[in-house]
Each structure stands twice: as structure tokens, then as C-alpha cells.
């Protein structure tokens, strides 16, 4: 009467095991995705820090606007991409700063 039944309990148990395995799979998965989308995140607000930094740098020592001779738009080492739009006239400036970084943009705007 009982023929078969240990095959039938293993099958239940390995897919229930299969189950679990797959839903700690996928939360693993999600976690690492969004580790990598805060590191880019993190770097885009560093990129954007830069450009506003240079910018004042520049108004405080009366040179030209743009930080380079690209428009205001540098590339860091680390691939980072910077745009910077500087409006107003002494003493009332405005700055912009965008950070790219892969598909992560953050940007900050001082007024002063």
C-alpha cells in the first residue's frame, strides 16, 4: 500500500527547498542591484559637488565661468560627467551642477 511514497515525500521536499532557494535568489539579486545603484548614486552627488566647487572657485578669483573651455562640461577619471550653468551677475550668482554618472543624475543649485 505504502510503494512509492518515499519518492513522493523526497519530490515535495526538494521543491520546497527549490522554492526557498529561488525567493532568497531573488532577494539577493534586488540587494546587489541596489548597492550598485547607490554607489552610482554617491558618485553623481560628488560629481555635482565638484562642479559647484569649481565654479565658485572660479567667480572668487574673477576667471572665466565655464571650468574649462568645453562649456562648463568636464569628464572625470572615473567616467563622471559634469554640467555647470552659472547665472546672475556680481553679486547675486546662481550655480548649477549636474553629475551624470551612468544612468544616475543628481544635481545642486547655489545662490548666494
Do not use: H, W
Not at 33 to 44: P, R
Request: net charge neutral; hydrophobic share 45%; charged share 15%.
Amino acid at each position: 500500500k505504502e510503494d512509492g511514497i518515499a519518492l513522493l515525500i523526497t519530490v515535495v521536499i526538494i521543491s520546497a527547498v527549490m522554492l526557498i532557494a529561488t525567493l532568497i535568489a531573488n532577494i539577493v539579486v534586488t540587494q546587489l542591484k541596489l548597492a550598485g545603484d547607490i554607489n552610482s548614486s554617491v558618485t553623481a552627488i560628488y560629481a555635482a559637488d565638484s562642479g559647484i566647487e569649481c565654479q565658485l572657485y572660479n567667480i572668487r578669483n574673477g576667471v572665466s565661468l565655464n571650468c574649462d573651455t568645453g562649456g562648463g562640461q568636464l569628464i572625470m577619471f572615473n567616467g563622471a560627467e559634469i554640467s555647470t550653468v552659472v547665472t546672475g551677475s556680481s553679486p547675486n550668482f546662481t550655480v548649477k551642477s549636474l553629475g551624470s554618472y551612468r544612468t544616475t543624475k543628481r544635481q545642486f543649485e547655489v545662490s548666494f
